[in-house]
């Protein structure tokens, strides 16, 4: 299962992937969240989420709210205290600069 760190215009987001056993358990986090209005996703600068690939779809965690879209079926779910999105955050040490992983984890605390 591959994720993106969407951060950056003009050059290539950083990319990791997740073994098996840490995708098994981002699916089943994922499956504990209740359901949640939409919202509109960050277009502007800097960090605009993660973004999960699993067979076909795209998953993107960003402030707290998870958006799923397969085909043109599109479910939101709130993920409290952004727990999930935290979670697969942490995921990329090791597959990620920190020079990265500090500023978004700055960006993650507005």
Known sequence: M???LDAFSGRPNP???LNEAQGAEFLARLRALQPAAANSP?????YRGLIVRPDGAEIRL???TVTVQQSDRIE?????????????FD?????????FLGYIS????R
């Not at 995921?91 to 020079?99: F, I, K, L, N």
């Open 76 to 88: 939101t779910f709130s993920d409290p205290d952004r727990g999930l999105e935290r979670w697969l």
């Open 106 to 109: 700055s960006e993650m605390g």
């Open 91 to 99: 995921s990329a040490r090791g597959h990620v600069p920190d020079e």
């Open 2 to 4: 591959q994720i993106e």
């Open 62 to 64: 960003y402030r707290g």
């Open 15 to 17: 990319r990791w992937t």
């Open 42 to 46: 960050s277009d502007g600068l800097g």
